[in-house]
């Protein structure tokens, strides 16, 4: 009987389970046989759960043939230390066979002078090219590509473009698409490779070559970048200068990376923590502890307003006694309103959907959205607030009538302020859940003492 495949997590802790024990027991041979019998993400994988000395015995145990495409899957922290860990000559060697984008990655989060002892061993071409990608800004297209691609010549036949391939295929990203460029550099077609194989071996390249390109400038932000991959579901596209010479390409598993990234950001953004760009287990404590701790600081000052708003209004707090029951009610529900806009909203900036010259429009939906959702809460409440809490009429519609409001404000606010930060050029998932909760909880005291006040005439 066969059986069944294992799951992704399971696959993981057999492998990890397997070569611990190879490793425990030194049973080196089989532990580096086992590994050849092993995809290269896979060992990555296993070795980023083990403790680093584990780690780097396993690593040192690999063929040179597999070292480099494991090392590549590795997290950058393991990546350093492993690279830190190796003599200047092995290290070199590493380098040497990772390709450049993935090199230049790694030796960017170095310090200076151990960049300095790896570059000075490693093959000038390598050197070349990762000097090359470092020079541009980071998060642009120009510092995420690789220069290891093939390129090709208008007046090539198929014959010498397979010639060619073969000769530098290896040592390229990829080969699926070829690049054709004319004597200048400049960028004028490409070539997919399905069509080398079916084309005669002396056709010419110039006359069948695909002369509608898209490219993304060195400069490009890497989200737009990503959002580029996003619209034409391209695998790999060519990266170009000023002057439309070839520099590079971006596949797209440095796209994924991207997405990834940018969406973490986000999401810790968000969540009013300060982005860090390792691993929850791989951040220390008091990593972790400066991270969260500015923006602690920050809501818990700000959310002192909503305690100097109570005690301006004691007096009507102290005739009705009962409105302090619903002002958690009433800031929460604000608070979830403000944040279910900012969110949408966030994610349409993201993605493109939606930009600042839209904010008009996007202000008229919300409060349309905010009159439904807030009349139905109210109506839902004032029926609970009569049968359950048994309050007065009067009450309850004064608690009813500021809920409406609230809710307008607060989908107001949250749709509106990540906007006006895209604007400002300021990163819109900083305006989202903790900080508009905090400006949603001062104003619904503020609308609910000012109705009670006005209403009960206190």
């Given at each position: 009987?066969?059986?069944?495949?294992?799951?992704?997590?399971?696959?993981?802790?057999?492998n990890?389970r397997?070569?611990?024990e190879?490793?425990?027991s030194?049973q080196?041979t089989k532990?580096?046989?086992?590994?050849l019998?092993?995809q290269e993400?896979?060992?990555?994988?296993v070795?980023g759960?083990m403790?680093?000395?584990?780690s780097?015995?396993?690593?040192?145990?690999l063929p040179k043939s597999?070292?480099?495409d494991?090392f590549?899957?590795?997290?950058?922290d393991?990546q350093?230390y492993?690279?830190s860990s190796?003599?200047?000559?092995?290290?070199?060697?590493i380098i040497d066979?990772?390709?450049?984008?993935?090199?230049t990655?790694l030796l960017?989060e170095?310090p200076?002078?151990?960049v300095k002892?790896?570059?000075?061993?490693?093959r000038?071409d390598?050197?070349?090219?990762i000097?090359?990608l470092?020079?541009?800004?980071?998060d642009?297209a120009?510092?995420?590509m690789t220069?290891?691609?093939?390129?090709l010549?208008e007046?090539?036949?198929?014959?010498?473009?397979i010639a060619?391939?073969k000769?530098?295929?290896?040592?390229?990203e990829?080969?699926?698409i070829c690049?054709v460029?004319?004597?200048?550099?400049i960028?004028?077609g490409?070539?997919?490779?399905?069509y080398?194989?079916i084309k005669?071996?002396?056709?010419?390249?110039?006359?069948?070559?695909?002369?509608?390109?898209i490219s993304?400038g060195?400069?490009?932000?890497q989200e737009?970048?990503?959002?580029v991959?996003q619209k034409y579901d391209?695998?790999a596209?060519?990266?170009v200068d000023?002057?439309n010479r070839?520099v590079?390409?971006?596949?797209?598993d440095?796209?994924?990376?991207?997405m990834?990234e940018?969406a973490t950001e986000d999401?810790?953004?968000?969540?009013?923590i300060?982005?860090s760009d390792?691993t929850?287990?791989k951040?220390t404590?008091?990593?972790?502890?400066?991270?969260?701790m500015?923006?602690?600081l920050?809501l818990m000052?700000?959310a002192?307003f909503?305690g100097?708003?109570?005690?301006?209004?004691?007096?009507a707090?102290?005739?009705?006694?009962?409105?302090?029951?619903?002002i958690?009610?009433?800031m929460?529900t604000?608070g979830?309103a403000?944040?279910q806009?900012?969110?949408?909203?966030?994610?349409?900036?993201?993605?493109g959907?939606?930009?600042f010259?839209?904010?008009f429009r996007?202000l008229w939906?919300?409060?349309?959205?905010a009159?439904?959702?807030?009349v139905?809460?109210?109506?839902v409440?004032?029926v609970k607030?009569l049968?359950?809490?048994?309050?007065t009429?009067?009450l309850?519609a004064?608690?009813?009538?500021?809920?409406?409001?609230?809710?307008?404000i607060?989908?107001?606010i949250?749709?509106?302020?990540?906007l006006?930060?895209a604007?400002?050029k300021?990163d819109?998932?900083?305006?989202?859940?903790p900080l508009?909760?905090?400006i949603?909880d001062?104003?619904a005291?503020?609308?609910y003492f000012?109705?009670?006040?006005?209403l009960?005439?206190l």
């Amino acid at each position: 009987m066969a059986m069944e495949p294992l799951e992704n997590e399971e696959l993981e802790e057999e492998n990890l389970r397997i070569l611990t024990e190879l490793l425990e027991s030194k049973q080196y041979t089989k532990l580096r046989q086992t590994c050849l019998d092993l995809q290269e993400a896979d060992i990555a994988a296993v070795m980023g759960e083990m403790e680093d000395e584990d780690s780097l015995k396993i690593f040192r145990i690999l063929p040179k043939s597999m070292a480099a495409d494991v090392f590549a899957n590795l997290e950058l922290d393991d990546q350093q230390y492993i690279i830190s860990s190796l003599s200047d000559k092995e290290a070199s060697s590493i380098i040497d066979n990772l390709m450049a984008d993935d090199a230049t990655d790694l030796l960017e989060e170095m310090p200076a002078n151990v960049v300095k002892k790896i570059l000075a061993n490693a093959r000038p071409d390598t050197r070349a090219d990762i000097n090359h990608l470092l020079r541009y800004p980071e998060d642009s297209a120009g510092s995420i590509m690789t220069v290891e691609y093939v390129d090709l010549k208008e007046d090539m036949t198929v014959a010498d473009a397979i010639a060619r391939i073969k000769k530098i295929g290896l040592d390229s990203e990829t080969c699926n698409i070829c690049y054709v460029l004319d004597k200048a550099r400049i960028l004028v077609g490409t070539v997919a490779l399905r069509y080398l194989l079916i084309k005669e071996p002396d056709d010419v390249i110039g006359d069948f070559m695909n002369e509608n390109v898209i490219s993304i400038g060195t400069m490009t932000d890497q989200e737009e970048t990503a959002r580029v991959f996003q619209k034409y579901d391209f695998t790999a596209m060519p990266v170009v200068d000023n002057e439309n010479r070839m520099v590079g390409i971006i596949t797209i598993d440095d796209v994924m990376d991207i997405m990834e990234e940018e969406a973490t950001e986000d999401i810790e953004k968000m969540a009013a923590i300060v982005p860090s760009d390792k691993t929850y287990f791989k951040t220390t404590v008091l990593e972790t502890y400066k991270n969260r701790m500015p923006w602690l600081l920050l809501l818990m000052i700000s959310a002192t307003f909503t305690g100097a708003i109570i005690t301006s209004y004691q007096k009507a707090l102290q005739a009705y006694v009962v409105l302090t029951a619903y002002i958690p009610m009433l800031m929460d529900t604000g608070g979830n309103a403000g944040s279910q806009a900012s969110v949408s909203i966030i994610r349409g900036l993201s993605l493109g959907e939606i930009d600042f010259s839209d904010i008009f429009r996007t202000l008229w939906k919300e409060i349309r959205v905010a009159g439904l959702c807030g009349v139905t809460l109210a109506c839902v409440n004032f029926v609970k607030l009569l049968l359950i809490d048994r309050l007065t009429p009067s009450l309850a519609a004064i608690i009813c009538l500021t809920l409406v409001i609230v809710v307008l404000i607060a989908k107001t606010i949250g749709c509106s302020l990540p906007l006006l930060a895209a604007k400002a050029k300021l990163d819109p998932a900083v305006m989202a859940s903790p900080l508009i909760t905090t400006i949603v909880d001062a104003l619904a005291l503020l609308t609910y003492f000012q109705i009670a006040s006005h209403l009960l005439n206190l």
